[in-house]
DNA sequence: TAATTGCGGTAACATTGGTTACATAGTCAT
DNA sequence: ATGACTATGTAACCAATGTTACCGCAATTA
């Protein structure tokens, strides 16, 4: 664990915090495709990422979700922040895009932390930082692009945190995270396919050239 | 500036903070429309908000605008305060939607105060929360709901922050708010008109009952 | 192998909201 | 009062995208 932490967080945290970190963290393994937080839920632990990725979601009153952003290695969950230390609920869903390898760090460090140590502060509030340009960006493809740019920068960005061009997501899958049906990816894909961006197939897809 | 000071942050900061910010802070009245920070700029002091509205607003390619929240008394912009520490230039625009009063605080010591008092570190972390569940809401009503829906949440808000059932603006004004043309905004009020939600005249709109 | 299920392709249609154009009616300065 | 300007009302049209329905094919299972 302590290579691994050193690895991700070693350039950032002070040896102090580093030990501490060790001492009182709690190493896990997370599989794809599990949920790790819950809409509702009442949070005691905050994570600290190692490898992989996670998914970040908002749903809407039918249930039906939209994707926010990714959390990537040595990255952390803001809104955990803040609701491990007013006691609030969880406002967002995380389900573990791919195999995650994480620390879990109690609580009650946090707020100790802050006080003693000026590189989890500023940790802290790089982390707020990035996830609130993270909410803007998806506020912006939102409300400014449409549905066809809107799937360009998904695929992009799935490429991205997965780091491979074939993408293994049915079209309904897709759907769901950009909130929208079935039918209307299946019609923007094959129009990229025609353009010659993608190349489809079932159960995958393949980025040529966005 | 004390006594205001007192009224707005007496009960959640400690009387040591409270010293201190009455001497670095600098007093400031602000009339409405006034920009206070531009998208690109630079920040270099924090507002603490004593009375008054700002409306933050984020801006697509074309310069069209976005309403994303308001921040009111006792209240103060997150993305300020990232913004001031990792010298970051700011993603939003700020304008006072009505006169307003707050005390700048200089950028150096947000950092010493995050360290020193536990009641500033709550007030930050507090702020980071409820800004982000802002976000969240707004990217709820573009993502979720419908034109007419989001204009109803729009002037229930506005009638809260301005304590006021008349709202003096034009259709072209709530229009820019919401990201769509007059044209749309006109159609829907005289929906609502005829549905006896709302009355409607020149440069004004009166709420019945929404 | 036959049956079932899941995925993707496609057509037809409905709805929302954006666009253009023009009319009407307040407001203000002269 | 006249003319200029601004705000609002409204119709007609268009584009994006959501919806429904149905088809064929691949994969899985009985």
Redesign the interface.
């Known amino acids: 664990m302590i290579n691994q932490l050193k690895e991700s967080y070693g350039h950032i945290f002070e040896d102090g915090l580093l030990d501490e970190i060790v001492q009182v963290g709690t190493f896990k393994e997370i599989p794809e495709g599990f949920k790790m937080m819950e809409i509702g839920e009442y949070v005691k632990s905050m994570p600290l990422l190692i490898s992989g990725v996670i998914k970040v979601l ?1 749903e ?2 039918e249930g039906d979700e ?1 994707l ?1 952003y990714y959390l990537e290695k040595g990255e952390t969950c ?2 955990t ?3 491990c ?2 006691q ?1 609920q969880s ?2 869903r995380a389900i573990a895009e791919t195999d995650t390898k994480l620390i879990m760090i109690p609580v009650g460090k946090m ?1 100790e932390w ?2 003693k140590y ?1 590189s989890w ?2 940790f802290v ?2 982390s ?2 990035n ?3 993270e ?2 960006m ?3 493809s ?3 692009y449409q549905m066809d740019e809107r799937l360009t920068q998904y695929l992009i960005e799935k490429v991205r945190v997965n780091d491979t061009d074939i993408i293994n997501n049915t079209h309904q899958e897709i759907a769901y995270d950009l ?1 929208t049906s079935r039918v209307v990816i299946s019609r923007l894909l094959k129009k990229m396919e025609q353009l010659g961006k993608i190349e489809l197939g079932r159960n995958y897809l393949k980025i040529i050239n966005l």
Do not use: V
Request: proline share 0%; with cysteine.
């Open positions: 908002r809407d009153n939209l926010l803001s809104m922040m803040t609701c230390l007013g609030k406002e967002i707020e802050t006080a000026k502060r500023n509030f790089e707020y930082h996830r609130i340009n909410l803007l998806t506020l912006d939102i409300a400014f909130y």
